[in-house]
């Protein structure tokens, strides 16, 4: 450009730092910002505002915090949207305090916030669940001539629903079409969501019916009503409530359906929240029907309605409709994601399938552009020949050179080795995530514990149980009190009983709750023992 002879203006130098900053290349940007100020460009509000927007957004508060501050050395006036950036990122380190210091010296300072400024910090009371401050700066936002709208509204019923008090979101819901703002599809996803998670599927439904109905439909429809047709608002009123009246709600429910949307339209998300919380309540044929009337309404199924319809089916034994539904998935261009493979691989595990799941992550593999070829094959003859250890060290060795490795898989496997009574399998595949620095999950590391009790291998259980310690992981009372009542058992092994108590003690185990009443006898008995010895050997 400069070669040309065209000069850069304001906009060019901000279009490239906002650019670098939302890439997420902070260190570039800034280098970019210094050049600029090198070339006698002076930067203003707005490009401060996207390196600070940058920073925040790369969890650098720190580095906005100081850079806010040279823009009040410089003598340059904050606007509103710099203000609503800096609150969003004290907001999002829950500090609050300070985010409302800010909003107050910003109206000191004659700038008076916007509806998209107040929503930053009710959003961030609501995540904390202090939903009266929130409910108390939805008030405020009038004060300014400024009115809530539909963000705000979405933001505190999420919060209620969050912190189970549906009925206030319910009624801020009702309440909105009286101050004449319409919910958007957010809101209506919010709502149904809280509905699932409280199990009133069948008003989450409603609230499906609601939003496609739309609140001035266009009443025509899509498939012929015979000389019984529904041409306008009266009409349909009358044919719903006849079919209602006669008890065929359903078909009642299928007319609704069939009419063309106008109002607010659900998207895939509204549908997988409803699907999920049908299967979630065990209503799987009734998720199944609403998974087929989205395909009918134009709807593509994604990743996430087939990896929560796939679930649903395992959980209520149905395996076979769920390898059904994963074929139909990949025949409609739906490329499974990684979830629903460990979904699968998970269930296989469980019903004693480990080499099933295993195939199924290479499958995955397999189907990624990238992956080592050769490496995958010599993965698979290690596991043909029934070398898990080695097949599993040589899956390592090629995930860990990626970036976005997943450990999941490897977790999967050790709970599914364990579940098959494989344990001395299980101990060594735990020992080569060990050494290749691979996370081993509590749930994981609980199976193990487990699995290494009942064979009477207390030694290595114990070692497991100081790896949660060091990870940080608090293992269930059921699970220390096993380990511990197995220790206690024998006279040889209660010092490292004793051991794992002050271990435990030390890293925040609160061992009045946590210690049964077995356990405690136990405990007593082993001690009153060490100090019977201990007389016994100063008489001597």
């Given at each position: 450009m400069k070669t040309r002879g065209c000069r850069p203006d304001s906009a060019t130098y901000n279009a490239l730092l906002d650019g670098f900053c939302k890439c997420g290349q902070i260190d570039e940007a800034f280098k970019l910002f210094k050049s600029f100020r090198a070339d006698g460009y002076n930067v203003g509000i707005r490009g401060f505002g996207c390196l600070i927007d940058g920073l925040i957004k790369a969890k650098r508060i720190s580095g906005a915090e100081k850079l806010f501050q040279q823009v009040l050395d410089a003598g340059l006036v904050p606007d509103i949207i710099l203000y609503t950036i800096m609150m969003r990122g004290l907001t999002e380190l829950g500090r609050m305090e300070d985010a409302t210091n800010m909003l107050r010296d910003m109206i000191g300072k004659g700038v008076m916030p916007d509806t998209r400024c107040y929503n930053v910090l009710i959003k961030g009371f609501c995540d904390l669940g202090l939903l009266d401050e929130a409910r108390s700066l939805e008030l405020e936002i009038s004060q300014h001539n400024q009115f809530p709208n539909s963000c705000t509204y979405t933001i505190l019923i999420c919060g209620l629903c969050r912190n189970g008090l549906l009925g206030e979101a319910q009624e801020i819901f009702n309440g909105m079409e009286k101050l004449n703002c319409s919910p958007s599809v957010v809101t209506f996803n919010a709502l149904i969501d809280g509905l699932c998670k409280a199990a009133k599927v069948d008003e989450a439904r409603l609230m499906l019916h609601k939003m496609e109905i739309g609140k001035n439909p266009s009443l025509f429809l899509r498939l012929?009503?015979?000389?019984?047709?529904?041409?306008?608002?009266?009409?349909?009123?009358?044919?719903?409530?006849?079919?209602?009246?006669?008890?065929?709600?359903?078909?009642?429910?299928?007319?609704?359906?069939?009419?063309?949307?106008?109002?607010?339209?659900?998207?895939?998300?509204?549908?997988?929240?409803?699907?999920?919380?049908?299967?979630?309540?065990?209503?799987?044929?009734?998720?199944?029907?609403?998974?087929?009337?989205?395909?009918?309404?134009?709807?593509?199924?994604?990743?996430?309605?087939?990896?929560?319809?796939?679930?649903?089916?395992?959980?209520?034994?149905?395996?076979?409709?769920?390898?059904?539904?994963?074929?139909?998935?990949?025949?409609?261009?739906?490329?499974?994601?990684?979830?629903?493979?460990?979904?699968?691989?998970?269930?296989?595990?469980?019903?004693?399938?480990?080499?099933?799941?295993?195939?199924?992550?290479?499958?995955?593999?397999?189907?990624?552009?990238?992956?080592?070829?050769?490496?995958?094959?010599?993965?698979?003859?290690?596991?043909?020949?029934?070398?898990?250890?080695?097949?599993?060290?040589?899956?390592?060795?090629?995930?860990?050179?990626?970036?976005?490795?997943?450990?999941?898989?490897y977790n999967i496997w050790l709970v599914g080795l364990c579940q098959t009574n494989r344990v001395d399998v299980a101990i060594r595949t735990f020992s080569v995530l060990e050494e290749f620095n691979v996370v081993v999950s509590a749930p994981g590391c609980v199976k193990l514990i487990e699995a290494l009790c009942s064979e009477g291998n207390l030694g290595k259980a114990v070692d497991v149980f100081l790896y949660t310690i060091e990870r940080g992981y608090k293992l269930m009372p059921r699970v220390c009190n096993g380990l511990l009542q197995r220790l206690l058992g024998s006279k040889e092994r209660a010092a490292v009983a004793f051991e794992l108590l002050d271990k435990m003690k030390s890293v925040g185990y609160d061992l009045n709750s946590c210690v049964h009443h077995n356990t405690r006898f136990l405990i007593r008995h082993r001690y009153s023992e060490r100090i019977s010895e201990n007389v016994l050997s100063a008489a001597r």
């Open positions: 012929s009503q015979g000389t019984d047709r529904v041409l306008d608002s009266a009409s349909l009123h009358k044919k719903v409530e006849t079919l209602v009246e006669s008890g065929l709600i359903h078909k009642a429910y299928k007319l609704l359906i069939q009419l063309a949307d106008s109002g607010v339209v659900p998207n895939i998300k509204t549908y997988n929240t409803l699907i999920n919380g049908m299967c979630k309540d065990g209503q799987v044929d009734r998720a199944l029907k609403v998974f087929e009337e989205l395909k009918h309404k134009g709807h593509f199924p994604d990743s996430v309605t087939y990896a929560t319809l796939i679930e649903g089916l395992q959980r209520v034994d149905r395996e076979g409709d769920a390898y059904k539904l994963f074929k139909h998935m990949n025949e409609n261009g739906c490329k499974p994601s990684a979830s629903v493979y460990k979904t699968l691989m998970t269930w296989s595990c469980r019903r004693r399938k480990t080499s099933v799941a295993f195939g199924l992550w290479l499958e995955y593999l397999r189907s990624l552009a990238g992956r080592e070829g050769e490496a995958l094959k010599s993965t698979e003859k290690y596991f043909e020949k029934g070398d898990f250890e080695m097949a599993v060290r040589s899956l390592l060795e090629m995930d860990m050179k990626l970036v976005d490795f997943d450990s999941g898989p």
